[in-house]
């Protein structure tokens, strides 16, 4: 028995065709939003500045805030974006707002057992018209909670504030 092995021949119609032509420039436009050129920075903002921001751990275990060290560097546990170096850190007693039902308002009150702690970052920052990236990529806004992880422990919180740098 003899073998028929021909040539391979691509046969493509025209609605082939078409597919083809709208996903190879569906990969132009996702290639070029990609390695287009970053945003100019606004009017009196520097491009790139080394700032302090402040992470509100909520919540924590007592003995948390002793765990944190100045020096330790922050990595963020979703995306392992890297957030700064530490400068110093505060533990508080946990605090939370609840109903005061004679008064019919919110007050501030100590949760017992817990601790909140401030932690003071430094990074390299990018000054964006409407957002504060860190120099890895991280999105920073003020009260957007934020998963942070450093040596021997690990938190959430907010960013509580940002200080703009120079």
Do not use: C, H
């Not at 390695?35 to 919540?59: D, H, V, W």
């Not at 909140?116 to 430094?122: R, T, W």
Request: aromatic share 8%; charged share 25%.
């Amino acid at each position: 028995m003899e073998r028929n092995e021909g040539r391979f021949r691509l046969k493509l119609n025209l609605f082939d065709g078409i597919v083809i032509l709208i996903a190879l420039a569906v990969a132009a436009v996702l290639l070029w939003t990609r390695m287009k050129p970053a945003a100019a920075a606004p009017e009196g903002a520097p491009a790139s500045a080394t700032t302090q921001y402040t992470i509100r751990l909520q919540k924590t275990l007592p003995g948390t805030g002793d765990l944190i060290k100045a020096g330790d560097r922050l990595v963020d546990v979703v995306k392992n974006f890297e957030l700064g170096t530490v400068v110093s850190a505060a533990a508080m007693p946990a605090t939370d707002s609840i109903i005061n039902e004679e008064e019919k308002s919110y007050v501030t009150a100590e949760i017992p057992g817990y601790e909140d702690v401030d932690i003071v970052v430094e990074a390299n920052v990018t000054y964006g018209e409407e957002k504060v990236l860190v120099g890895s990529g991280y999105e920073l806004r003020v009260g957007e909670k934020i998963y942070v992880r450093g040596p021997g422990y690990l938190g959430s919180g907010e960013v509580y504030a940002i200080e703009r740098g120079n």
